[in-house]
């Protein structure tokens, strides 16, 4: 075999050689490459996803600074309420006796208007049973006053307050302004100055013409 023979030979032998490891390279590359974009493009994803598990994250400081205010507005509200129930319980009561203590005043009234229209001296005549009345309505005064009761007093001349009298007539007056409380027909009462039991009142209609 000649010498060109023989180059000719080896350099068709090597031929495919080349041509494979060319193929294998190229094989690898595009192997390499497809591995390459799914974690190029998983990686947006992994880097996405901390942040919308941070976004969806509550703000716990927040949400016990609210739960901590909202508490402790319920705890003032609740002692408000007990102390509310505390103060005001006896009110009924205490509005049934109202009655017998106008009944004991009238009484004593008309008492001490026969006395006066009776004797002219001016010394004390009161009989012992018209005494002991005006004791047991003394006692009864300073109970309710014990308990946070108190009457309404010098309510004439005064305005017309809706809250705590109740206007049952109006009647022209000499001596009080139009709109202003010239008589009291029943005494107004207040309970730790709120309202038991509203004035019945008259109100002036201004000058008789």
């Given at each position: 075999m000649s010498k060109k023979e023989k180059e000719e030979k080896e350099a068709e032998e090597a031929k495919p050689a080349e041509q494979f490891?060319?193929?294998?390279?190229?094989?690898?590359?595009?192997?390499?490459?497809?591995?390459?974009?799914?974690?190029?493009?998983a990686k947006p994803a992994a880097e996405a996803k901390p942040a919308?598990?941070?976004?969806?994250?509550?703000?716990?400081?927040?949400?016990?600074?609210?739960t901590l205010a909202d508490f402790d507005n319920y705890k003032k509200r609740a002692a408000r309420d007990r102390e509310d129930v505390y103060r005001y319980a006896e009110s009924d009561i205490l509005k049934d006796i109202l009655?017998?203590?106008?009944?004991?005043?009238?009484a004593l009234g008309s008492a001490k208007a026969e006395v006066a229209n009776s004797d002219q001296s001016g010394k004390?005549?009161?009989?012992?049973?018209?005494?002991?009345?005006?004791?047991?309505?003394?006692?009864?005064?300073?109970?309710?006053?014990?308990h946070g009761a108190k009457p309404m007093e010098d309510l004439v001349g005064k305005e017309l307050d809706p809250n705590f009298h109740e206007a049952i007539a109006t009647l022209p007056s000499a001596?009080?302004?139009?709109?202003?409380?010239s008589n009291v027909a029943k005494t107004g009462w207040t309970l730790n100055d709120k309202?038991?039991?509203?004035?019945?009142?008259?109100v002036s209609a201004g000058k008789p013409e």
């Open positions: 490891a060319e193929e294998a390279k190229a094989a690898a590359e595009a192997k390499a490459a497809a591995e390459a974009k799914p974690a190029d493009e919308d598990e941070a976004k969806a994250e509550p703000d716990w400081k927040s949400l016990y600074a609210i009655p017998t203590v106008d009944n004991l005043g009238l004390d005549s009161a009989s012992p049973l018209q005494k002991g009345v005006q004791m047991v309505y003394d006692g009864l005064l300073k109970a309710l006053a014990d001596d009080i302004e139009k709109g202003k409380i309202l038991l039991r509203a004035a019945q009142v008259v």
